[in-house]
């Protein structure tokens, strides 16, 4: 088997499932400080939630790159049908837990410095590996690591794209709205404000919302913006008019959207069906807790910057052919990386659906990222 397959193997035989990452971050600091990395550091991202960074260094002067990936993964389903962390190769396939998003991607990314780390050539720039928690809520871990000096002149976020080049991906507007009503006993309806009625036309209204927001459209990125109820609750006995209902939403939006001004879009929208539809409807619209505490905006990288070249003439080194570009669907942590002055792209190993029982990629793909990793880092840092 070859080393960085057992790397891989390794890294997702430890459970990482969101909240959990601690484990996994020191396993990654050993391997990092065995393999001679000179700053090998974990940082409390959030209480007992460490990041990992490390510093290669180079013999100067040259471009610093970091190599970005996440360490915590999502729940995972109940039809799995085989030991989500007895990872396995099995017929050009590894399976594993997250290994799609994205432990295959963040397990490149440290082979690609193993293999820098055991060269006898190695670059004039450093190379520095962010192994970050806390991801979900919105590149939390990422900004801890930047924050303690884990920075570079540009970087490459490792998430799934099923090793094309990424570019733009679409940012989110997570929402909460809360109608307010009266509560009272069932037999004195007619006394209270039932909450879960007056949220009733808001529902609509959002569905209607979703094929009217103002967008540009985007090449890499096709359709408009995505709009999804995710959870509702309301009430508190059968018998008991509610006095509030609560919906949360997801909004993915391309670049050319702010989150804010989808949020005052909602709340107009609202005020329209309360002047209009129901006068009754008092409600209040808040970004959720989770986009609080890490902003989801949009991301977009000019297709000429320095790093996407660079990547782009490593992808054609090591595959003989033309580069894919596409859009990333979901929330990458580049916006975070941007905030401390590093531009980035996204390029790394998995494929759609990304979360999935029996979770797998193909280890030619991952191996793949491997060799582009370190062509890139050999160009670009040098």
């Not at 790397?7 to 969101?18: A, M, N, P, Q």
């Not at 995972?76 to 837990?97: H, I, M, Q």
Request: a negative charge; charged letters at 25%.
């Amino acid at each position: 088997m070859h080393d960085d397959t057992e790397l891989l193997i390794d890294v997702c035989s430890i459970d990482s499932i969101w909240g959990k990452e601690r484990q996994l971050a020191e396993f990654f600091a050993g391997q990092l400080r065995a393999w001679g990395c000179d700053d090998v550091e974990l940082v409390e991202s959030r209480p007992d939630r460490p990041s990992v960074g490390a510093r290669l260094s180079g013999t100067g002067g040259g471009r610093s790159l970091v190599l970005n990936g996440h360490l915590d993964i999502y729940e995972l389903s109940e039809d799995w049908t085989r030991d989500p962390f007895n990872a396995a190769l099995e017929d050009g396939k590894v399976y594993g837990a997250g290994i799609a998003d994205m432990k295959a991607g963040t397990a490149a990314a440290a082979a690609a410095v193993r293999r820098i780390a055991a060269s006898d050539d190695r670059p004039r720039g450093d190379v520095i590996f962010q192994g970050v928690s806390c991801h979900f809520e919105g590149g939390v871990g990422t900004r801890s690591l930047c924050a303690a000096g884990f920075v570079g002149d540009a970087a490459i976020d490792c998430e799934p794209s099923s090793n094309t080049i990424g570019i733009a991906h679409r940012g989110a507007a997570y929402l909460k709205i809360t109608t307010k009503g009266r509560q009272a006993h069932t037999t004195y309806k007619h006394l209270g404000v039932n909450a879960i009625e007056t949220m009733e036309p808001i529902l609509a209204g959002l569905r209607e919302l979703e094929s009217t927001l103002p967008y540009e459209p985007h090449p890499l990125l096709p359709g408009g913006p995505i709009l999804n109820i995710g959870t509702i609750s309301g009430g508190t006995k059968h018998n008991q008019v509610p006095d509030r209902c609560a919906v949360t939403l997801d909004i993915r939006l391309l670049p050319s959207q702010d989150p804010h001004d989808v949020k005052r879009r909602v709340e107009e929208m609202i005020e329209h069906l309360r002047t209009t539809v129901d006068s009754r409807i008092d409600a209040v619209v808040e970004f959720s807790e989770h986009w609080l505490s890490g902003p989801r905006h949009p991301y977009e990288i000019a297709a000429d910057a320095p790093i996407v070249v660079s990547l782009d003439e490593a992808v054609r080194a090591v595959t003989s052919s033309e580069p894919i570009y596409r859009g990333v669907p979901f929330w990458c942590d580049l916006v975070a990386l941007r905030q401390f002055g590093v531009d980035g792209v996204n390029f790394g190993p998995g494929d759609p659906p990304y979360n999935f029982p029996d979770e797998y990629v193909f280890e030619a793909q991952y191996l793949q990222a491997v060799d582009v990793y370190e062509h890139l880092i050999r160009e670009f840092c040098q």
